[in-house]
Each structure stands twice: as C-alpha cells, then as structure tokens.
C-alpha cells in the first residue's frame, strides 16, 4: 500500500503565497517575527521589498496591514492564529473588520496539534471570535490541495479573510481532478443514509476514517467537508440533516463557537436536527505531541468513530 502524502497547511500557505505573488504584484505580505513557523519566508524569499517584518507586535501589524488596504494593495498579516485572533482581536475587528477592509489573515499554528507548545499556544477559540466579527470570512482548510485554493480565492474575495492554517503535516486527499473550491460551499466526501458527518479542517480526514468503520456495523455515513465556515454553506447543512435525520460535526477548535455552533445554529432555526458536537471539551489543552494530542481528544479517526458509535 503507497504511503499516504502529508503536507502542513502552514506549508501550502507560504507555497501559495509565493505562487501568487508573482500574478498579483499588491499582494504584500507581514510577519511578526515568525515568518519561518509562518512559512512566509517562501514569500519574502521570492519578492524581499513586498515582506515586511513587523517584529513581535502583531496588533501593530494589524494596523499596518489595514493601512495598506486603504492604498489599494492585498496584505495578507501573518502570524500564530493565537496572535492574530487572540492578542490582536481588538485590532481586526475595529481596524479592519469595522472598515471592511481588504486584509487577509493567515493564523497558522492553530488548534490543539501545536503540540508541544501547549495550552498558551493551542488556540481553539479563533474560528469562534472571528465569526463574530461582522463581515468577516472564515476558512479553514483539509489539506494542501485546499489550502492553496483558499488563498487564492481570499485574493479574488473583496473584504477581509481569516485563513486558518496548522503546524502538523496531515494528508493529502483532494488531490483528484474533480476537485474544486467554492468559497461558502461545503463538498459531499462520502453519501450515506444513516447519519450525517460535517468535518473541518484536519478532522475532514478522521471522518472518512470513521465512516469507513461505520460501514463495518452497517451505517453509512455520508461525510461533508467544511471548509468555509462563515458564510456556511447553509443549503447543504440543512439537507443532509433531513436525509439523515442525525448530524455529528468534528473540528479541532472548541465545541463553543466554531463548526458545531454554526451549524446548530442553522438546523436550530431551519431543520431541527439532532446534534453530536465533537472537538474541544470546553477545556484548555497541554504540552505533548500533536499526534498524542490528536488521538487523547478523540479527534483521530478511531476517536471519532468510537464517539459517533457511542452516541448512536
């Protein structure tokens, strides 16, 4: 059996930005000292006088990259996503959330897979604050393929774009030629008639892995991948609950405010559906490796099949 390709998101960030650069000369790019985590240092590496190094001062960086806005270039304000929408929050959401200004964010180091880095740093609560900012586009990820294609479609949006990247290769699974990314549309993986699997992010994966179990106990699992979490892809949330009668969401982010609210927050109103809500308990994280990490909070596929099991 071939070995199965894994990239970090981080990665396909700094790779797209770099491919981008060179059809979109207003694309600037800023780092609070952290381009080589970021991987923004493909970028400054490519085009060094559109880089610009903002040092450990990220809400500064905010400002500057709204400011940029206003002159008519795309700055993309690089830096962990606990920086960008934790310490710099007041600074998104008035300076260019209120606005409405063309800056894209690109938070790596996202969610519990930070690893060893620990609680301070896994921030499982960015996907939640930055849907409250008015306007605001949320996108986060499967793999490489989608991740390059959500730069690229942050470029094309007009308005402000958080991208949420990770640190841990994870793997490769559109890379097929039916692949296509539409911002605020969700993607069928998987049809099933039993229950419902919506998935973010690296989670994507663990629930193809947990529908493939499923299958073994005759339940078809039809399996969808989010990847724009704001605007959600509404239409498509709301028929497969009525298919299936039954809807699991699965995020590495908080069980508060991200995936699992968005769409309860949908079925709530449109379809009352339901709901298991698997990812961060409402508890901090810890130091340790991120596959160890992964696995203790039942987001891995065995993880995530023996919740949905259980709950079943």
Not at 162 to 168: D, P, Q
Request: hydrophobic letters at 40%; proline letters at 4%; a neutral charge.
């Amino acid at each position: 059996m071939p070995e199965i390709k894994k990239i970090a998101t981080r990665e396909s960030y700094g790779n797209a930005l770099a491919q981008l650069g060179k059809e979109y000369d207003k694309i600037v790019v800023l780092d609070a000292d952290l381009a080589g985590a970021t991987k923004t240092s493909i970028f400054k590496k490519a085009f060094p006088k559109r880089h610009i190094d903002c040092g450990i001062a990220e809400c500064n960086m905010a400002g500057i990259a709204a400011g940029l806005a206003t002159t008519g270039k795309i700055p993309f304000m690089s830096t962990f996503a606990m920086f960008a929408a934790g310490r710099a929050y007041e600074q998104v959401r008035n300076s260019i959330g209120y606005p409405q200004l063309n800056v894209k964010i690109g938070a790596t180091h996202a969610g519990i897979s930070v690893g060893e880095d620990g609680a301070t740093h896994q921030c499982n609560e960015d996907m939640a604050l930055m849907r409250t900012i008015p306007g605001m586009v949320v996108i986060n990820p499967s793999d490489d393929i989608e991740a390059r294609a959500a730069v690229r479609a942050a470029v094309s949006h007009q308005g402000p774009v958080y991208l949420r990247f990770g640190r841990l290769a994870t793997p490769v699974i559109n890379d097929h030629p039916g692949y296509a990314f539409t911002l605020g549309k969700g993607i069928v993986l998987r049809e099933g008639k039993d229950i419902t699997l919506i998935a973010t992010g690296l989670c994507v994966n663990s629930a193809l892995e947990a529908a493939k179990e499923l299958k073994k106990e005759n339940i078809e699992a039809k399996v969808i991948n989010i990847h724009t979490i704001k605007p959600l892809d509404e239409e498509l949330v709301v028929a497969a609950a009525k298919e299936t009668g039954k809807v699991v969401t699965i995020e590495e982010h908080s069980i508060i405010g991200g995936l699992g609210s968005a769409v309860c927050d949908v079925l709530c109103e449109k379809a009352p559906t339901p709901v298991l809500k698997i990812g961060i308990q409402d508890v901090f994280g810890e130091s340790g490796p991120a596959a160890s990490l992964i696995q203790k909070y039942k987001l891995d596929g065995p993880g995530v099949y023996e919740q949905v099991k259980d709950w079943i």
